[in-house]
Every structure is written in structure tokens, then in C-alpha cells.
């Protein structure tokens, strides 16, 4: 029990690492915005034309510009603790029930994504693992070192190509019914899938020649009987450990990807607050990745806590 | 002189074939990139607004873009863009990373609390979303770009280093050597540096791919260098419109950027951790 309390402890302080980098680089991008802030924020709320010296005053006594960097600073971060995200400066509207749609969006794509992934990749590296240098490994090896050395909007934009553009089987972007989901997700999910199937390989490969296994196999056992009982589990962990390093990938991928395939989720929605300099929006965005981030890590802790016993003590 | 001459195709052909046919990848694509300038008066800024997406042919051997720009000259341009962004970003990572590192790892206690909190504090962010929030505080900067991909890349020097370090400062072989009374210097230069070197030269290839990947990325999104810059990414972006009257212009940048990655992939020589 001590070691779960330990592993939350630990995943609570990155969360809020994670709030206060976010903070810190937000109010950054405050201070480095050319010009005058306030008439830059009028501009992006009433229209370049619209803007002049009244507007531009209401915007600076709204939003309290111009005091001491400390105590802005400061102030920026006791607004962050209190969970006052403020509103967007493009909408109007409070930047949390924005995030919150967006998130769910996002979710979906994420889920589909990982599934897609799991589907394709550990099976197809546990079979490989299982006849170790036959021409399933070597073609699992030469596959997935392809697909590693192709970011997810390279994929992306080479499945628009094949399936939107040149066959017409999807549409190319946006977001409707489910089969605009296809695409953004088997972008993401054939580069999770690249890594996971060498793990995946990698496992299998290390359980199939172990002692127990061989054992099994003595015994009596059928081969498949062998694998569900005692190759599965085995070479699980490593697989859903490793799925918490590649959580990066999706994470990093989601902003691309979605921005290619206009996603209304949360990574789209982050690009284009940061080209309107929409800072209360990119400030909510990224923290809500941020903490996307780690909650998903701690899920995969759990998950590998879960499926392996022995993690438990010690 | 003749020596290292003499060492070179030695040491080369004792490179697993996977890091020679990166290393030779990667090599070809520069020598391109870098000679071109040198032998051709092709400029990837210049327009010609009457020959856009043309076909490749002996003058325009990659064809014209939509701006009627050499496609040749832009793709050379890119790359010298990408790997010498890559190249410095991970060598100012590496020097902090290593040093740091191995500061941590033989001192340990506060010292080493104090830096692995700092680590902690890059890697609970996505690194891309790090970058990305940098990039935009000086939109169109190279400066910024740089700084966020090497603030990035110098944590995992950093811990791959300060943990062999670790390991090895606790050694034997070390504490016999501190015994017969070998300054820090011999320390580091015969005991630490060839455990060090070969985990240090899979990370740099590594960050290579990644520094170019991100340079790709933020340049497809918009928000790291501006458009009349020669950029991968960007590239994608501008030309994708185009797609359906002339695909070979858009595949182009995805090719060139798929082969620096592999390249850098298959330089590294092992599978990433």
C-alpha cells in the first residue's frame, strides 16, 4: 500500500510542476508580446478597425496590465492556484466550459488512437517474438523502423493523400459522424503501434525462451494454451510500461495531428490560441494537456500494479 | 596525421551495418545540401511567377513550387536549416547535460536533489508542448526555437549520465584509482568518459531526429519559423494545396524529412529506450 501512496504522491507533485510551468511560461508569453498588450487584446476582441485609446484602456483596466512584474507575476499565479482561468480574449467565453469540450474531444481521438494501436502492434510483435529472425520478425523490425522515422502529421498527411484524396473512402478533416475519426486516429496510432510491436517482440522473445515456458511446453501443454496462461501476462508489463513513455508521442502528436485534421480538441484548440495570442486560452489548453499527461501516466502506473504482483511490494 | 588516416576505415567498418548505412544516409544528404550552393546559382528564394509547379526537368531538377521557386534549392536550404539546428541544439544540450550530470551523480546529496528537481520540473510537460509555448513567446525567432529543443534535450543526458555516474563512482576500479591519488581529471578522462561515450553518442543521434522532428512539427503548425524561410514543415503546409496538380512537389519535404530521421534512427544503432 505504501508503494501506491508513494507512486500518487510522486504523480501529484508533477501535477503541479506541470501548473506552475505552465503558469510561469504563460505569463511569459504576456510579457513578450510586441507591442502594447492591451491594443494587441482589443484588436483580437473588436476587430483591427474598431480599435482606439478608449478601448484599448477598458482592456488594460480589465485585466490589470501594467503593475510591477513581481507582483503581476505573482497575482497571475494566485489566480492559477484558485483555479481562475479567466476568459478567452477571442470568445469571450470562460475558458474553462472552452477546455472542457475541447477535452472531450480530444479524449475520443486519444481512446480510439490507443486502441487502434494496441490492436495492431502488440499482436503483431508477440507473434514475431515467438519465431524470433523468422520473416514476420524481420518484416515487424523493417516496418517499424520506417513508421518510427515518419511523425504522426507526416502519416496523417500521407493517409489524406491515399484514403481522402486519392481513394475517397474518409473525409479529409473535420468532425462529424465516426468515420472522421478514422484518419487522426490511425495517424496516431500507427506511430504507438511502430514502438509498441518491438516491445511487445522484445518481451515475447525474453518469455519464449525462459525456463518456465519451456516447461509449459514439457509438460504438455498446447502452444496456445502456453501463451494465454503464461506468455500473456508475461510479456504484458513491459508493454503497458512502455505505453507510458509513449503517452509523449500521443500527447505531442494530438496538437499536430489535430491542427492537420481540424479536430475541434484540445491540441488544435492550443495552436490557434497561440497564433490569435490568445493567452488565457493557451494557458488553460496547455494545462489541461499538461494534466492529461500526467493523469495518464498515473493510469498506466496503476495498470501495471494491477497486472503485476510483484510490483506491489518492496 | 597519417595515423587517424591510417585508423579511419578501420574504425568504420567496425560499425554495426545498420549505423554505417545511417551514418552514409546522412553524409549523402549533406553533401548535397552544402555543395549545392557551391556549384549551382539556384536560389530558393527567388520567384518566377510565370513557371510555377513545373515538372522536374534539367534546369529544375526537383521541379518549381507554387511561387515558381526552385524546388532544388529550397530542399537544400531546408536541410542546411534543419541539421545545423539540430546539431547545435544538441551539442549545447550535451555539454550542461554531461557536465551537470556527472556533477550529480558523483557529488549526490543536495547537490543532486537539487538538479534532479529541475529535470523533473522539464519532463513533466510534454517536450513538444514545451517548445511550442517557447517558440511562441518570440514567434518566427531561431533563438527561441533553439532554446526550447536544447532546454528539452539536455534532461536526458543528464539522467543517463548521472546514473552511470552513480554506478561507477561507487566502483572499485574508481575508488582504487582516487586511492593512488589520480586527480579529477584522469577520473573523468579514463574511468567515466568510455562508460560514458557510447550511451552519449546514441542520445545525440537521437536528439538529432528529435530536434528535426520538432523543427518540422512547429513549422507545420504555424508557429515556429515564418513562411519565406526553406523549412520542412512549412513546406508541407504551402505545398499541400497543391497536392493534386503536382504530388511530386509536396512529396519531396516528406521524403527529405523521412530520410534525416531514419538516417539519424539508424546512426543511433539501437532501438530508443
Known sequence: ???????????????????????????????????????????????????????????????????????????????????????????????????????GHSLDLAIVAVLLALLIGPPLGMLAGLRRDGWLDRANLLGAVLLRSLPSFVIGLLLIMAFSVGLGWFPAAGHGGASHAWLPALALALGLAAVSTRVARNAMAGVAGSPFHAFA?????????????????????????????????????????????????????????????DVPMVQGTALAMGLLFVALNTLVDLTCLLIDPRRRQA | ?????????????????????????????LAVAWLLPLVTALDPARQDLMNTLAAPSLAEPLGTDHLGRSQLARMAAAIRLSTGMALV???????????????????????????????????????LLLVLLLAAIAPGQFWALYLGIALVLWVEYFRVVRATTRSLAASPQLQASRLLGFGPGYLLRRHLWPALAPAISTLAAFGAANAILAIAALGFVSIGLKPPTAELGLMMTDLLPYYREAPWIILQPIAVLFLLVLGCQLLAGREPQ
Request: with cysteine.
Open chain 2, 1 to 29: 596525421m597519417i595515423a587517424t588516416l591510417s585508423l579511419l576505415p578501420s574504425r568504420w567498418l567496425s560499425l554495426p551495418r545498420a549505423r554505417r548505412w545511417g551514418a552514409g544516409l546522412l553524409l549523402a544528404l
Open chain 1, 1 to 103: 500500500m505504501s508503494r501506491l501512496t508513494s507512486l500518487l504522491l510522486g504523480r501529484l507533485l508533477q501535477a503541479g510542476l506541470v501548473a506552475w510551468g505552465v503558469g510561469t511560461l504563460t505569463f511569459l508569453l504576456t510579457r513578450a508580446l510586441p507591442g502594447d498588450m492591451a491594443y494587441r487584446i482589443a484588436a483580437g476582441r473588436y476587430g483591427y478597425e474598431n480599435v482606439d485609446r478608449d478601448a484599448a484602456e477598458a482592456v488594460s483596466r480589465e485585466l490589470a496590465l501594467g503593475g510591477s512584474p513581481l507582483g503581476d507575476y505573482l497575482h497571475w499565479l494566485g489566480d492559477l492556484a484558485r483555479l481562475d482561468l479567466g476568459h478567452s480574449l477571442v470568445s469571450g467565453e470562460a475558458v474553462w466550459s472552452e477546455v472542457r469540450h475541447q477535452l
Open chain 2, 89 to 127: 541544439s544538441v551539442l549545447s544540450a550535451a555539454l550542461p547535460g554531461v557536465l551537470l550530470g556527472v556533477l550529480a551523480g558523483w557529488r549526490g546529496g543536495w547537490t543532486d536533489r537539487a538538479l534532479g528537481l529541475v529535470a523533473d520540473c522539464v519532463l513533466a510537460l510534454p517536450g
Open chain 1, 217 to 277: 511446453l514439457t509438460k504438455g501443454l498446447s502452444p496456445s494454451r502456453v501463451f494465454w496462461r503464461h506468455g500473456l501476462r508475461n510479456a504484458g508489463v513491459p508493454v503497458v510500461a512502455y505505453l507510458g513513455v509513449q503517452l509523449v508521442y500521443l500527447i505531442e502528436g494530438v496538437v499536430v495531428v489535430e491542427s492537420l485534421f481540424a479536430w475541434p480538441g484540445i491540441g488544435h484548440a492550443l495552436v490557434h490560441a497561440l497564433v490569435a495570442r
